[in-house]
């Protein structure tokens, strides 16, 4: 327990030091389009297949464990509609988001570390956490939630593509069942999820990195924990913004 609020208090401190003594924002400028191409548009392929064969797999078991004469078909693109966006496009794309690019953050500043690349940009008087992590964050933070939009989008088009396509309900059922009784909040509180998740995993994954000490083996051993971690975090974080927002 002591160990664990350590952490806490070390990351609570490592979050300070990227906004104090930090330079001006035209340096990260370049930095940041950068970290959104390799945070964002890199993970593009990894989310299109995903979101698809999630919105597929959703709709072909929710036919099938509702099929009845009694109940109608519409009610698939309904149900489709709330898990996709409440929980399973912010969610799950959370999780693969923290393997990829979290692992990513992780590998990138622990290898910068034992080469002692951070010693050198400390010794020069730049505040390194700040001029490393801070892009990196904010990048996360806007692409993210695209991503997020995209994967739900895509869910739709994979609960069309196997139920349509696979004669399992008509087109018709299914565009009114994702258009009926349609809460606006809904996006709110996925594009909330979707904020707080890429920090969190931006974050963790760049302290996890950027304290990593020894040689190559302990970069891999960081890399792990920081998708172990942020998982665990964006898990906490999905049932305690469920309790307040809900």
């Given at each position: 327990?002591?160990?664990?609020?350590?952490?806490?208090?070390?990351?609570?401190?490592?979050?300070?030091?990227?906004?104090?003594?930090?330079?001006?924002?035209?340096?990260?400028?370049?930095?940041?389009?950068?970290?959104?191409?390799?945070?964002?548009?890199?993970?593009?392929?990894?989310?299109?297949?995903?979101?698809?064969?999630?919105?597929?797999?959703?709709?072909?078991q929710?036919?099938?464990?509702?099929?009845?004469?009694?109940?109608?078909?519409?009610?698939?693109g309904?149900?489709l509609?709330?898990?996709?966006?409440?929980?399973?496009?912010?969610?799950?794309?959370?999780?693969?988001?923290?393997?990829?690019?979290?692992?990513?953050?992780?590998?990138?500043?622990?290898?910068?570390?034992?080469?002692?690349?951070?010693?050198?940009?400390?010794?020069?008087?730049?505040?390194?956490?700040?001029y490393?992590?801070?892009?990196?964050?904010?990048?996360?933070?806007?692409?993210?939630?695209?991503?997020?939009?995209?994967?739900?989008f895509?869910?739709?088009?994979?609960?069309?593509?196997?139920?349509?396509w696979?004669?399992?309900f008509?087109?018709?059922?299914?565009?009114?069942?994702?258009?009926?009784?349609?809460?606006?909040?809904?996006?709110?509180?996925?594009?909330?999820?979707?904020?707080?998740?890429?920090?969190?995993?931006?974050?963790?994954?760049?302290?996890k990195?950027?304290f990593?000490?020894?040689?190559?083996?302990?970069?891999?051993?960081?890399?792990?924990?920081?998708?172990?971690?942020?998982?665990?975090?964006?898990?906490?974080?999905?049932?305690?913004?469920?309790?307040?927002?809900?």
């Amino acid at each position: 327990m002591l160990k664990f609020l350590r952490s806490v208090g070390r990351y609570v401190l490592f979050m300070k030091r990227l906004i104090t003594n930090r330079e001006k924002f035209r340096v990260y400028r370049q930095m940041y389009f950068d970290e959104c191409m390799l945070i964002g548009i890199d993970s593009l392929t990894l989310v299109v297949i995903t979101s698809v064969f999630i919105g597929a797999v959703t709709a072909v078991q929710t036919t099938y464990n509702l099929y009845s004469p009694t109940i109608p078909m519409y009610l698939v693109g309904m149900i489709l509609r709330d898990m996709t966006i409440i929980e399973l496009a912010p969610t799950i794309t959370a999780i693969v988001f923290a393997g990829k690019v979290g692992s990513n953050i992780a590998g990138q500043l622990g290898t910068m570390r034992i080469t002692e690349q951070i010693d050198a940009l400390e010794v020069m008087g730049i505040n390194s956490a700040s001029y490393l992590v801070l892009p990196k964050i904010l990048a996360a933070v806007t692409m993210f939630p695209l991503l997020v939009i995209l994967a739900a989008f895509l869910s739709f088009v994979g609960g069309y593509m196997a139920g349509v396509w696979g004669e399992l309900f008509t087109e018709f059922d299914y565009v009114y069942g994702i258009r009926m009784g349609f809460v606006p909040f809904n996006v709110t509180f996925a594009l909330v999820k979707a904020f707080t998740f890429s920090f969190l995993i931006a974050s963790i994954s760049a302290y996890k990195g950027f304290f990593t000490r020894g040689g190559a083996l302990e970069v891999g051993i960081a890399s792990t924990q920081a998708v172990t971690n942020s998982c665990i975090a964006v898990l906490l974080a999905d049932y305690l913004l469920a309790q307040l927002l809900v």
